[in-house]
């Protein structure tokens, strides 16, 4: 199956998982997640997840983040987000996940976390 929703780049260190669709609603959050989880093995669990081309994340995709995020630690890997918007990172604060989830401004910066 290849992948709709989330473009993969392998960058040596960690894979990076670019979300294509602007609105990250329930059915998107779906999809999503299938992606991840096909492409998790091989990636060892190391992702760098990018929201640059989301405007919307619902609460389904939400929880697409935080579902990755136990399967990255399970599977000995590690998740980073970055890309968020002004709106979404402070959804993220106020709901408390930027506790939870690692956070970076940029690609850089997420790629040097897995080093």
């Not at 294509?20 to 096909?38: C, D, F, H, L, M």
């Not at 060892?44 to 919307?56: D, K, Q, T």
């Not at 929880?63 to 990255?72: H, M, R, V």
Request: glycine share 12%; aromatic share 6%.
């Amino acid at each position: 199956m290849s992948a709709q929703f989330v473009r993969f780049e392998h960058t040596g260190v960690a894979t990076i998982g670019h979300v294509v669709p602007s609105k990250v609603t329930e059915r998107e959050a779906g999809v999503i997640q299938e992606e991840i989880n096909a492409a998790g093995p091989d990636a060892g669990w190391r992702f760098a997840i990018n929201l640059e081309a989301v405007s919307l994340l619902a609460s389904a995709g939400l929880g697409t983040l935080l579902t990755t995020n136990t399967a990255c630690k399970s599977g000995g890997g590690r998740l980073v987000v970055y890309g968020l918007g002004e709106d979404i990172l402070g959804m993220m604060k106020i709901a408390r996940l930027d506790k939870v989830l690692t956070i970076t401004p940029d690609r850089d910066a997420a790629l040097k976390l897995f080093q």
